[in-house]
């Protein structure tokens, strides 16, 4: 069996943390029920801004949105006509299965997923998963994003570049 083809992977340099955010809302607004988004990086890439500007984005500007490092998830309920996001930090997760106690099956089920440190799902990880990859950029502050998404990003993944 082959793997899916996937889309050529977006890479962006963003200039400071409210570009990252703007960034995270451009993606928020592209995702659906039953997405995963894999958000990789080094501690401060800037996931957790990247995952506060998606939360924010999608109707909860005001929401206080903390990294879930010692709660290792938060959900936010956005409106009774949107999926629920699940913001999962698994940075301390001590095996795979571990994930099943935090409602993973559950946010599976209907959610929208964004996941800190997914490498620590293993096998878990859906295949079919966006990864938004966060690095060091040109300059100090400065961010690079490569963002690769299976079949059911890549329609949506061409809309990326249209603010």
Do not use: N
């Amino acid at each position: 069996m082959t793997a899916p083809p996937v889309e050529a992977a977006h890479f962006l340099e963003l200039a400071s943390a409210a570009e990252t955010a703007a960034l995270a809302a451009r993606v928020a607004r592209l995702a659906e029920a039953g997405d995963v988004i894999a958000l990789h990086g080094d501690l401060g890439s800037g996931k957790t801004t990247f995952a506060r500007g998606f939360i924010r984005a999608l109707g909860l500007a005001d929401a206080e949105v903390p990294s879930p490092t010692f709660t290792l998830v938060e959900v936010y309920e956005v409106s009774a006509d949107q999926p629920a996001v699940w913001h999962f930090d698994l940075y301390r997760l001590a095996k795979p299965e571990d994930a099943y106690e935090l409602g993973f099956e559950e946010a599976l089920a209907g959610g929208i997923l964004l996941i800190e440190w997914p490498e620590r799902l293993g096998g878990l990880l859906p295949r079919e998963h966006l990864d938004v990859s966060l690095s060091a950029g040109s300059a100090p502050g400065r961010r690079v994003a490569r963002i690769v998404g299976g079949p059911r990003w890549t329609r949506r993944l061409r809309k990326l570049s249209r603010p």
